[in-house]
């Protein structure tokens, strides 16, 4: 069955095409007589709009492309469902891709969301992200660019933030606080800006504690997994039996050590204290519960998308429009595997 047309309607009507058009829009110059004819045609024929020609005619596409590292991984799933509820309520398409941390399908990616003309591109870096030029072709389009979590501090784009460093200072704070002296670090990995962060910011606190850095207690992740939780969990008391607290980069790798501990009856948080980051609901599942900084998933979602539709109305309208960076506030939740 062909799709009814404006031109079947004004035919049928004996009216033009334009003032069908009108009608359809509700234009005051058109009577009401005449809008309730071409109404009542329209629904009868199962009229709609061609999104294809509206978009050619406005210039939009009313789809935006979201970039992120992994879709499993519970942070990103909450960011996911902060920016389609906001999309969704503004009239836009989100176009979900995931860039599995590579930097080469990273690239891929962008060439299609710019090939596909979408209005604007939200994105979190990968962790292989250490080549901005794909980036910048964005910035050099003109598109509308906003950055989350792993950011890039070197693209003048809006970003929507924690502040990594004063996170994690105030979670190896919190270990200082309940009396650990020997704490480890299982870091990010060396490319994003919030792994490096976070371990400037476990630094910090050693540093204000007078705690002597020792760059053998650190442990870098290279995907950031749970077997690596487990796999430096085993290293930390092989290598280090006298650690008393470990602060884990996310969620995911704190719980593999909280496994390994379990496995092997090391006890949490008697012998040895963790606390991890981004407030997963694993962490509230397994034994001991897993003291965390709260990251704001949902809201950094919520953020993301509504930084990028300020940019694409400033250009719409043709206004000039300045970058801006959002930041939002974190906080402990203390559990078991922290409590005295």
Not at 41 to 67: C, D, H, M, W
Not at 107 to 136: A, F, P, T
Not at 193 to 218: C, H, M, T, W
Request: charged content about 25%.
């Amino acid at each position: 069955m062909k799709e009814t047309t404006l031109k079947q309607i004004a035919e049928t009507l004996g009216i033009s095409i334009t003032t069908v058009s009108k009608a359809l829009k509700d234009y005051p110059d058109v009577s009401a007589k005449t809008k309730n004819k071409v109404l009542e045609l329209a629904q009868s024929l199962q009229y709609t709009p061609n999104s294809f020609a509206v978009n050619l005619r406005t210039k939009e596409s009313r789809t935006i492309g979201l970039i992120i590292p992994e879709v499993v991984h519970h942070f990103f799933s909450n960011v996911i469902n902060g920016i389609i509820a906001e999309a969704e309520k503004n009239g836009y398409l989100v176009i979900i891709l995931q860039s599995n941390e590579s930097i080469e399908l990273e690239r891929k990616q962008v060439g299609l969301l710019l090939n596909k003309r979408v209005d604007g591109i939200i994105m979190s870096l990968s962790n292989e992200s250490n080549d901005d030029k794909h980036i910048k072709e964005i910035i050099k389009r003109e598109i509308p660019f906003v950055m989350f979590d792993k950011i890039s501090k070197l693209i003048n784009c809006s970003k929507v933030i924690i502040n990594d460093q004063k996170a994690a200072f105030h979670a190896v704070e919190h270990l200082i606080n309940k009396g650990c002296k020997k704490i480890a670090h299982i870091r990010g990995p060396v490319n994003p800006q919030n792994a490096i962060d976070r371990f400037l910011g476990y630094k910090k606190a050693l540093e204000k504690y007078n705690i002597p850095y020792d760059s053998k207690l650190v442990y870098t992740c290279k995907n950031v997994t749970f077997d690596e939780g487990k796999d430096f969990a085993s290293k930390i008391m092989n290598e280090h039996p006298d650690v008393d607290g470990i602060f884990v980069i996310t969620d995911l790798v704190a719980v593999g050590v909280l496994a390994y501990f379990n496995e092997h009856n090391i006890k949490v948080p008697n012998q040895i204290k963790v606390i991890g980051f981004s407030n997963w609901f694993m962490s509230q599942v397994i034994t001991p519960k897993l003291s965390t900084v709260d990251q704001p998933s949902y809201e950094m979602g919520v953020a993301s998308f509504h930084l990028l539709l300020e940019e694409m109305n400033h250009k719409k309208e043709f206004l000039d429009y300045a970058p801006r960076t959002i930041e939002l506030d974190t906080n402990i939740i203390e559990r078991e595997s922290t409590l005295n």
